[in-house]
């Protein structure tokens, strides 16, 4: 166990320090978060046409309301926390690699409702934009990370022998 935390510490550490970093943010963050606003876009347009993405920010053409997707808001600090957890955990690289990959997709995907969602409550309520914002999605996003290792942990091959069952004794 304590293997297992101080490499998820430096692991963390380490990927958070480099999100911050300059040419990640450049070469990384923007054009990642820039992505994640033209598929929101792509995925609002099957029902609203009055939706455009330029850059990071997804605007209604007609009320003008738009939400600007910023660090922390793009789904990749989740990602972090959960490439962190399964690359710490003693298992296979086959079983981390497909654990992290469906871990990714499952967080961005929630992470597009989160988008969409707050997009449609700050036109509908800004009150009720910010509360959802701050407090909701924030905690559901984290808890996907932890739900999708939860259940990663349970698909692992049993490292463990199995127990040596005594002989009954015959009579």
Not at 3 to 22: D, H, Y
Not at 76 to 96: D, Q, S, T
Not at 100 to 110: D, K, P, R, V
Not at 111 to 118: A, D, F, G, K, Y
Request: hydrophobic residues 55%; contains cysteine; glycine residues 6%.
């Amino acid at each position: 166990m304590l293997r297992f935390f101080i490499i998820f510490s430096v692991l963390l550490i380490g990927l958070f320090t480099l999100e911050i970093l300059q040419p990640a943010e450049k070469y990384v963050i923007l054009p990642f978060t820039s992505l994640i606003a033209d598929i929101s876009v792509w995925i609002v347009q099957v029902f609203d046409d009055n939706v455009i993405a330029t850059g990071n920010v997804i605007r209604d053409k007609v009320s003008g309301f738009g939400v600007r997707i910023e660090r922390g808001c793009n789904g990749l600090e989740a990602v972090i926390i959960l490439f962190a957890a399964i690359f710490a955990f003693p298992a296979p690289l086959k079983n981390k690699l497909i654990g992290f990959t469906a871990g990714f997709f499952a967080i961005q995907l929630l992470n597009l409702v989160r988008i969409i969602s707050l997009y449609y409550l700050g036109q509908w309520n800004y009150t009720a934009f910010e509360w959802f914002h701050l407090y909701l999605w924030q905690a559901l996003i984290i808890l996907d990370a932890l739900v999708v290792w939860m259940i990663w942990l349970r698909t692992l091959p049993n490292s463990r022998p199995p127990a040596d069952d005594p002989e009954p004794e015959s009579g």
